[in-house]
Protein backbone atom coordinates (compact mmCIF):
# COMPACT_ATOMS: atom_id res chain seq x y z
CA UNK A 1 0.00 0.00 0.00
CA UNK A 2 1.15 3.54 -0.32
CA UNK A 3 1.43 5.85 2.72
CA UNK A 4 1.79 9.24 1.69
CA UNK A 5 0.36 12.48 2.77
CA UNK A 6 1.93 14.23 -0.15
CA UNK A 7 0.70 12.31 -3.35
CA UNK A 8 -0.69 9.61 -4.69
CA UNK A 9 2.72 8.59 -6.44
CA UNK A 10 4.96 5.62 -5.48
CA UNK A 11 8.85 7.23 -4.70
CA UNK A 12 12.04 5.29 -4.21
CA UNK A 13 12.11 3.33 -7.97
CA UNK A 14 14.27 3.56 -10.59
CA UNK A 15 14.32 2.03 -14.38
CA UNK A 16 16.97 1.92 -16.56
CA UNK A 17 17.09 0.40 -20.33
CA UNK A 18 19.82 -1.76 -21.83
CA UNK A 19 21.82 0.73 -21.28
CA UNK A 20 22.38 0.25 -17.56
CA UNK A 21 22.09 4.24 -17.06
CA UNK A 22 19.21 4.35 -13.81
CA UNK A 23 16.89 7.12 -13.83
CA UNK A 24 13.95 8.15 -11.35
CA UNK A 25 11.02 6.50 -12.30
CA UNK A 26 7.39 7.65 -11.08
CA UNK A 27 5.07 4.85 -9.68
CA UNK A 28 1.64 4.34 -9.20
CA UNK A 29 -0.60 1.44 -7.85
CA UNK A 30 -2.93 -0.26 -9.98
CA UNK A 31 -4.76 -2.48 -7.50
CA UNK A 32 -1.96 -5.00 -6.19
CA UNK A 33 0.03 -4.23 -9.44
CA UNK A 34 2.94 -1.34 -9.52
CA UNK A 35 2.68 0.46 -12.43
CA UNK A 36 6.16 2.46 -12.98
CA UNK A 37 6.99 4.41 -16.03
CA UNK A 38 10.10 7.76 -17.08
CA UNK A 39 10.03 8.94 -20.74
CA UNK A 40 13.99 8.70 -20.12
CA UNK A 41 13.19 5.07 -20.34
CA UNK A 42 11.02 3.98 -23.57
CA UNK A 43 11.77 0.29 -23.00
CA UNK A 44 12.78 -0.55 -19.46
CA UNK A 45 14.29 -3.86 -18.60
CA UNK A 46 15.24 -3.12 -14.87
CA UNK A 47 13.49 -1.56 -11.88
CA UNK A 48 15.48 -0.95 -8.59
CA UNK A 49 13.49 -0.10 -5.43
CA UNK A 50 15.40 1.88 -2.24
CA UNK A 51 18.65 1.32 -3.72
CA UNK A 52 21.03 3.86 -2.45
CA UNK A 53 20.45 6.94 -0.70
CA UNK A 54 16.74 7.27 -0.74
CA UNK A 55 15.50 10.50 1.04
CA UNK A 56 11.66 9.22 1.01
CA UNK A 57 10.09 5.92 0.53
CA UNK A 58 6.48 5.16 0.65
CA UNK A 59 5.36 1.70 -0.26
CA UNK A 60 3.79 -0.31 2.81
CA UNK A 61 2.48 -3.86 2.77
CA UNK A 62 -1.06 -4.27 5.22
CA UNK A 63 0.73 -4.90 8.29
CA UNK A 64 2.38 -1.24 8.35
CA UNK A 65 6.10 -2.86 7.37
CA UNK A 66 7.83 -0.81 4.82
CA UNK A 67 9.29 -2.65 1.46
CA UNK A 68 12.44 -3.83 1.59
CA UNK A 69 15.15 -2.82 -1.22
CA UNK A 70 15.18 -4.77 -3.98
CA UNK A 71 16.23 -4.80 -7.88
CA UNK A 72 16.21 -7.46 -10.91
CA UNK A 73 19.03 -6.84 -12.73
CA UNK A 74 22.32 -8.60 -11.92
CA UNK A 75 24.95 -6.10 -13.54
CA UNK A 76 28.33 -5.05 -11.70
CA UNK A 77 27.89 -2.57 -9.18
CA UNK A 78 30.14 0.68 -9.41
CA UNK A 79 32.72 -1.07 -7.43
CA UNK A 80 33.05 -4.44 -8.62
CA UNK A 81 36.54 -5.55 -9.02
CA UNK A 82 38.11 -2.75 -7.79
CA UNK A 83 40.03 -3.14 -4.43
Known amino acids: MLRDAGGPYLKGFALAGADQK ?44 PAPPFRTDQWPGLTAGKK
Open 22 to 65: FVWAQGELQGNVIVLHSPQVPRPVAVRYAWGNMPFLNLYNREGL
